[in-house]
């Protein structure tokens, strides 16, 4: 069973595994291994359930590196036509943000989307 817990990836076998170690501590309520086991557990569980967690540090440092990229190119871009740099950043940094989050949005998505298929949902 502890095998079972530590080797569970999806959250249909942490679900499994789950339920098998809440059955074993009704009947053994003072296995300290299996419930510290357990608590591990859940809290992968609770991660594999968070899409902002599946994303993780990629998805964080994905949006850093295109925020960079899309401010200075818009800050280049409008201080090429206006020859304004306070405008010229002002409007770069809010455009950057605007697209920083909207690529969020979409690494939120392909990462739900990943872990449905890897657990077998539609």
Do not use: C
Not at 11 to 29: F, G
Not at 49 to 74: M, N
Not at 75 to 85: H, I, K
Not at 88 to 110: N, P
């Amino acid at each position: 069973m502890m095998a079972r817990m530590q080797s569970a990836g999806t959250l249909s076998e942490t679900d499994e595994a789950l339920e098998e170690a809440r059955l074993w501590l009704r009947k053994h309520p003072g296995d300290d291994r299996v419930a510290a086991a357990m608590q591990r557990l859940e809290e992968r569980d609770e991660r594999l359930r968070d899409p902002e967690a599946a994303a993780g540090w990629r998805g964080v440092a994905a949006a850093g590196v295109l925020f960079s990229v899309a401010a200075v190119a818009i800050f280049g871009a409008l201080y090429a036509l206006t020859g304004r740099w306070t405008v010229s950043i002002f409007v770069g940094g809010v455009v950057g943000l605007e697209i920083t989050w909207w690529s969020r949005e979409i690494v939120m998505a392909y990462a739900e989307g990943r872990r449905r298929n890897r657990d077998g949902e539609r």
